[in-house]
Structures are given as C-alpha cells and as structure tokens.
C-alpha cells in the first residue's frame, strides 16, 4: 500500500507538481514535455461591423423634398428594423445609420415617433435614445428608470405638453 504523504518522486529526481499533471521534470516546459497546444479555430467576428454598412451608399444620396418627410421617415424605420430586428443591446440599435439618419432629421420627426410609441405594437425603449437626441431633454426621473411602460408615459406626457403628441 502506497502511503499518500509520502513523495514517490522526491525533489533529487527532478519532478515536481504542475498543474498540467501530478509531476513534470523540473525545467521543462509545458510544450516541451507534452508537445504543443492545438490551434485554435481563427475568428474575425470581433472586426465584422455591427451593421450593413452599405446602406449608408444607398441612403446618402437620397434628396429629401417638401412634404416627404413622413415618407423617409417611414423608409428607414423599415430599413432599420428590417436589420436590427435580432439584435438586443440598444447601442447596437442606436448605432445604426438608418436610426442616426432618422435622429439626424431632426424635430420634425418628433410627431412620427410619438405616433410609433402610442402603438402597443412598438417597442417605445427603442424610441427613447432619438427622443433625448432630438430634444435634449430626458424627462424620466431617476426612480422610473427600467420600468418601460412608466418610461413611455413620462415621454407620452412631455411630447403633450410640448404639442407633439395628442393623447386619447
């Protein structure tokens, strides 16, 4: 029977305990003694875009005329959530050029997107970063934060005093 305390490599031999296995020589290396690590599978998923930067091409050049502004408005919430519509972080979200076109706009979409979150069907948190964009104001208050349905009311309630919005 083999006495557990006792070392049957003492430090004379030239072992010793490793992580890698119960004993190793003493002045080797890990390769050296168990030849080299397999290669690991090559990803470049941390240099791909987060989006299709090719929509930006398609949508630069496009002339905005009086009285389309609803009508681009339109075309790019559909274009955006078209490509977004996986995703779940809402920097992704934001970050995307359709969404920056649509807070680039300005006020003037301000009605449109208080017309989308009174829909049930939208995802209002979507809306908020534009909204703090365009008007440069944020009127949830620090304990509402995380509660959505709160969140949207509070922004339902500004856009109306403000007459942007008219609420049922």
Known sequence: M????INPYPAS???RRSP????RPVGRSRAAYYGPRPARPVS??????????RTIEKTAHVQVTEGSDEVEFDRLVGEWKREVR?????ITIAMHPAYQ?????????????????KRSDEKAYQWFWALAAITRQNPIPIEMRGKI????RAWLRWGQEHGY???D
């Open 2 to 5: 083999v006495d557990p305390d």
């Open 13 to 15: 031999t030239g072992w």
């Open 20 to 23: 890698y296995t119960l004993y």
């Open 44 to 53: 470049n998923d941390w240099i791909k875009p987060k989006c299709d930067f």
């Open 86 to 90: 996986s995703k779940s972080l809402m």
């Open 101 to 117: 076109q649509m807070m680039g706009m300005g006020p003037k979409v301000l009605p449109f997107i208080f017309e989308r979150i």
């Open 149 to 152: 349905r709160e969140m949207t």
């Open 165 to 167: 919005v008219v609420l």
